[in-house]
């Protein structure tokens, strides 16, 4: 999904064209190499821009998001098992 969407912005920005896709006789369509390497450190410096969570109103990394949004589910679940508990 992420790679998906990297490369979307990619393709909107015109750094990656038609000619950085492989076509497939099953109607397959894949990354060439040049252009799967270019999706990844366009991945990696994305990973590395800072924004504000929207929840948390705390400053991180986008890279971090994952982790962050895991923790927030852990405490929900801690939250509600605790409720179900004490009934």
């Known amino acids: 999904h992420v790679a998906l969407v990297e490369t979307l912005s990619l393709i909107n920005n015109r750094q990656v064209e038609a000619r950085d896709f492989a076509f497939q006789e099953s109607g397959g369509v894949l990354l ?8 990844i450190s366009a991945w990696q410096k994305r990973k590395q821009q800072v924004i504000t969570h929207p929840y948390l109103e705390e400053k991180m ?14 405490d929900a679940f801690d939250e509600t098992l605790m409720v179900i508990l004490r009934f």
């Open 32 to 39: 060439t190499d040049d252009a799967r390497k270019e999706v």
């Open 61 to 74: 990394e986008i890279g971090l998001i994952p982790y962050a949004q895991a923790m927030l589910l852990a």
